[in-house]
């Protein structure tokens, strides 16, 4: 009999790539979905609307990571061979907006899983999505391993440390198969439109398809490494498959600023930038034209800023067996392309995603 998976944050960019590795590997797979106003289902529509999927293969629950009369419920229903907890209030940004709900989502939300399966002593292994965020502030230490010193500069950071760090303390503590994933930024055409690369490639498709002016950024000078999602969630999967609980960080080993992701995006649509000015005064323009295209706009500053991230995947490349696939190139490409193709109703996502049509 095949396995079954349990999904918490099954609607998102990760949650949608998982369901679709599991179920190819003949996984049920059963989501935690929240109650929306609206349809927040759009990643996995074509999963739910799969007839080749009978529907005993995947269900969605409605749920809540706040809620653990809910989460026990589901467990005792469920019964899940794997647990894959990522849901989350996952907006670095937005987290200085709302850091008491994220602290209780993205924190707690670990530790009312993990209490539900020690409590109802199943056998479950457990996946918690862990982050480069962890390492936010030590700029030194990049490229980041799994013993380099923790460091959150934002309260979604600080929130992953007590899930990093209850997932470690429960599998001491109770003997579970729990373990983290540090993963570094990874992206693709289904991530969210507020994180900055697909805040970029939408603005670029939407100047290519002439419905917005310019784009406008915070700090262009942090890095990253940005990877694809596709592959991590590979990772995830594989992480779970090994003989003993353990952290592995998965990257790519490259770091580039947000300025090259915009300059990369931009050749796509053969435009090439130039930049005049600094800091806040700084701007891209069409070299060709002179025409504005890109400038900062300070309200997407944050309080505090992780200024380099760059991850060693050494470990997870030797024992897992884990390398990327796509390179940075092909992302950008990859998410250009996808935007413009679906750019004929292009909208301006303003500060933290409040939505603008334009035209
Ligand atoms: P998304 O923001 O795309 O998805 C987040 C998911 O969490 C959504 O399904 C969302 O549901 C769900 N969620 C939010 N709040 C709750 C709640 N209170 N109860 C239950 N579910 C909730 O994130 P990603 O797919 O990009 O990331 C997946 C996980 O991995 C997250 O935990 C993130 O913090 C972590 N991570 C992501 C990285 C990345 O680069 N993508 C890197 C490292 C870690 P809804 O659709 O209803 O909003
Ligand atoms: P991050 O991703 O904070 O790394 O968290 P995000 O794409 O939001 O920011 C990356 C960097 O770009 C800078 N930036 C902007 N960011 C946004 N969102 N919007 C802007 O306009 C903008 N301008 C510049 C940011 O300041 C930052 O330095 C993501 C999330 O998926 C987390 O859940 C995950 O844990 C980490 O990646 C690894």
């Given amino acids: 009999m095949g396995k079954i998976a349990l999904i918490t944050g099954v609607t998102g960019q990760d949650g949608s790539y998982l369901s679709e590795l599991l179920l190819d590997k003949g996984y049920e797979v059963h989501g935690i979905i929240r109650r929306h106003s609206s349809i927040s289902t759009e990643r996995i529509e074509h999963l739910c609307n799969n007839r080749q999927i009978k529907n005993d293969k995947f269900k969605l629950h409605y749920g809540d990571l706040s809620d653990s009369s809910n989460i026990n419920n589901l467990l005792c229903k469920i019964k899940p061979d794997e647990i894959y907890n990522l849901g989350a209030q996952s907006h670095v940004g937005v987290s200085f907006e709302?850091?008491?709900?994220?602290?209780?989502?993205?924190?707690?939300?670990?530790?009312?899983?993990?209490?539900?399966?020690?409590?109802?002593?199943?056998?479950?292994?457990?996946?918690?999505?862990?982050?480069?965020?962890?390492?936010?502030?030590?700029?030194?230490?990049?490229?980041?391993?799994?013993?380099?010193m923790f460091y959150p500069k934002s309260p979604y950071g600080v929130a992953k440390l007590y899930s990093y760090w209850i997932t470690v303390n429960y599998r001491e503590s109770y003997d579970l198969f729990a373990s983290n994933g540090i993963l570094f930024n990874h992206e693709s055409p289904r991530r969210g439109e507020t994180f900055v690369t697909?805040?970029?490639?939408?603005?670029?498709?939407?100047?290519?398809?002439g419905s917005l002016d310019k784009l406008s950024l915070g700090n262009m000078n942090a890095k990253r490494?940005?990877?694809?999602?596709?592959?991590?969630?590979?990772?995830?999967?594989?992480?779970?498959?090994?003989?003993?609980?353990?952290?592995?960080?998965?990257?790519?080993?490259?770091?580039?600023?947000?300025?090259?992701?915009?300059?990369?995006?931009?050749?796509?649509?053969?435009?090439?930038?130039?930049?005049?000015?600094?800091?806040?005064?700084?701007?891209?323009?069409?070299?060709?034209?002179?025409?504005?295209?890109?400038?900062?706009?300070?309200?997407?500053?944050?309080?505090?800023?992780?200024e380099i991230l760059c991850g060693d995947p050494s470990r997870a490349q030797k024992e897992l067996g884990w390398t990327r696939g796509v390179s940075f190139r092909d992302l950008v490409t990859m998410m250009v392309k996808s935007?413009?193709?679906?750019?004929?109703?292009?909208?301006?996502?303003?500060?933290?995603?409040?939505?603008?049509?334009?035209?």
């Fill in 198 to 209: 697909r805040k970029i490639t939408r603005a670029v498709a939407g100047i290519a398809n």
């Fill in 98 to 148: 709302v850091p008491e709900y994220t602290a209780d989502v993205t924190g707690i939300g670990t530790l009312r899983l993990l209490e539900a399966i020690h409590m109802l002593k199943a056998d479950t292994k457990f996946y918690q999505a862990s982050t480069s965020e962890l390492f936010g502030g030590l700029p030194k230490t990049a490229p980041q391993n799994e013993n380099t």
């Fill in 225 to 306: 490494d940005w990877g694809y999602a596709g592959d991590y969630v590979e990772g995830m999967w594989r992480i779970l498959q090994q003989d003993k609980p353990s952290d592995y960080v998965l990257a790519t080993g490259e770091t580039h600023t947000v300025r090259e992701f915009v300059e990369l995006a931009f050749a796509e649509i053969s435009i090439e930038l130039e930049w005049q000015g600094q800091g806040v005064d700084e701007k891209g323009y069409d070299k060709k034209t002179g025409k504005l295209l890109v400038d900062v706009d300070p309200a997407f500053f944050r309080p505090a800023e992780v």
């Fill in 339 to 359: 935007d413009i193709e679906k750019s004929g109703k292009v909208e301006y996502v303003s500060n933290y995603g409040f939505i603008e049509k334009i035209g």
